[in-house]
């Protein structure tokens, strides 16, 4: 039998889960520095009023440079807030990490009363999105909730992946209800899927 979709996501995601296990601190600390240097000269990332950003694992790719830096800039800041009750996230103001007094499959995030922003308020932001990987089209394989697809929908503002360039793989195909982001970031390059070629400052890697 052929396999599906959702089976060839579901190796496709313990595969890259291994390979990421395996990155030593050391390298995932280089790494990690070279995308968030690159995201800070983005002009989507500077001119953008809001900075949408999760509140990485110490598995993920981390966000705290970009959160940190966002914040001194006097960007604002929102992380995300998710409920299987509702089936959708929204995007809460971060003033301090103390406000997040709630856990989404053990994430910190705020309680169901904090006040989420506005449709005015995203329009524009920069929203940086977690995958496990991502194709050079900008589809993500993600970690199967489908939030952030069901979010970038209706999203008017620069939806951005981080991801290391050996996750950067044709091995991702889209499913019916994915949404391509807008940026691909790496260590070594910048992709703007349908826009333009890559910015870098070397060639992308594969891994099988």
Not at 39 to 47: A, D, G, K, N, R
Not at 53 to 58: G, M, N, Q, R, V
Not at 173 to 192: E, I, K, S
Request: hydrophobic share 40%.
């Amino acid at each position: 039998m052929p396999v599906t979709l959702e089976e060839e996501k579901s190796l496709l995601r313990r595969r890259v889960m291994e390979l990421r296990s395996a990155i030593s601190p050391a390298q995932k600390y280089l790494w990690e520095n070279a995308i968030a240097r690159r995201v800070l000269t983005l002009p989507e990332y500077q001119q953008a009023r809001w900075v949408l950003a999760y509140l990485s694992t110490p598995a993920e790719i981390d966000t705290s440079v970009i959160i940190a830096h966002a914040l001194m800039v006097g960007k604002g800041v929102a992380v995300p807030r998710c409920g299987p009750e509702k089936g959708r996230m929204e995007f809460c103001p971060l003033v301090h990490h103390r406000e997040l007094t709630d856990r989404f499959h053990g994430i910190p995030q705020h309680p169901p009363e904090s006040a989420a922003l506005s449709a005015e308020e995203l329009s524009g932001a920069f929203c940086v999105v977690p995958a496990l990987a991502v194709s050079p089209q900008g589809h993500r394989l993600g970690y199967g909730g489908g939030y952030y697809d069901r979010f970038l929908v209706q999203f008017s503002g620069t939806s951005a992946v981080l991801t290391y360039d050996w996750s950067l793989t044709e091995k991702v195909r889209p499913g019916p209800q994915d949404v391509a982001v807008n940026l691909v970031v790496t260590p070594d390059q910048v992709l703007r899927p349908g826009v333009s070629s890559p910015s870098h400052v070397g060639p992308a890697q594969s891994w099988r």
